[in-house]
């Protein structure tokens, strides 16, 4: 009878599926990044001289050389922090500084392009905000603010592209920095994991072989 009871329990948690449960272990995501470059808009440039009603404020950009292929993993986020290139203020004092016709078109993009993990160029666009007014003075000239990129790869794959917002007080360079954070691996960069035995399943398990062996011994001594 007992026999009867417990062959029908094994076999039913045998053929629920394995007896033991694993967290994918992340294989680390290989990032290429073969250029990067700025595109300011039309309000950046160098007037012929500075004088009033001048229309363009001089801001120059430089992009750095693409890092080197970097990689990143999970469980948590990663990140890799980067030079992307400077950002100089060059708009002289001369003329009472900055004009108000030299505050409008002052956009920015700054691109992207990825060789791995995905072959595709993306954009971030920022604001630029110039204050009328000197450039020797001890209040903020000039500001740059990014918005970040959230960017979707392979199969419930993504990373974030951050650029550090920059802030003027007197002329000169500043460092614009990249930062590129790994927030999911997709799929198909999984593997599993050492198998964890459960141990109530495994218990039922024993329990069960236990009972077949002790009745074979005794269908042995009949």
Do not use: C
Request: charged letters at 10%; aromatic letters at 8%.
């Amino acid at each position: 009878m007992l026999r009867k009871l417990i062959l029908p329990a094994v076999a039913a948690t045998l053929a629920a599926g394995p007896l033991w449960s694993g967290n994918a272990a992340a294989i680390p995501i290989s990032f290429t990044i073969s250029g990067m470059s700025f595109a300011p808009s039309s309000g950046y440039g160098v007037d012929a001289s500075e004088t009033s009603g001048d229309t363009l404020l001089d801001v120059r950009f430089a992009a750095s050389a693409p890092p080197s292929t970097f990689s990143l993993d999970l469980p948590t986020p990663s990140s890799n922090t980067f030079l992307f290139g400077t950002v100089d203020l060059q708009e002289p004092n001369a003329g009472g500084g900055i004009d108000p016709s030299e505050t409008d078109d002052l956009g920015v993009t700054a691109n992207f392009i990825f060789t791995s993990p995905l072959g595709t160029s993306q954009n971030l666009a920022a604001v630029g905000t110039a204050t009328t007014g000197s450039v020797a003075d001890s209040h903020v000239d000039y500001t740059l603010t990014f918005a970040p990129v959230l960017v979707n790869f392979g199969n419930g794959g993504a990373f974030r592209i951050d650029l550090s917002d920059l802030s003027f007080v007197v002329a000169g360079p500043l460092e614009l920095n990249g930062t590129v954070t790994l927030l999911a691996a997709p799929e198909a960069s999984q593997v599993t994991s050492s198998p964890i035995p459960e141990p109530a399943s495994l218990s039922l398990a024993v329990l069960g072989l236990m009972a077949v062996g002790a009745f074979n011994v005794r269908a042995r001594k009949r």
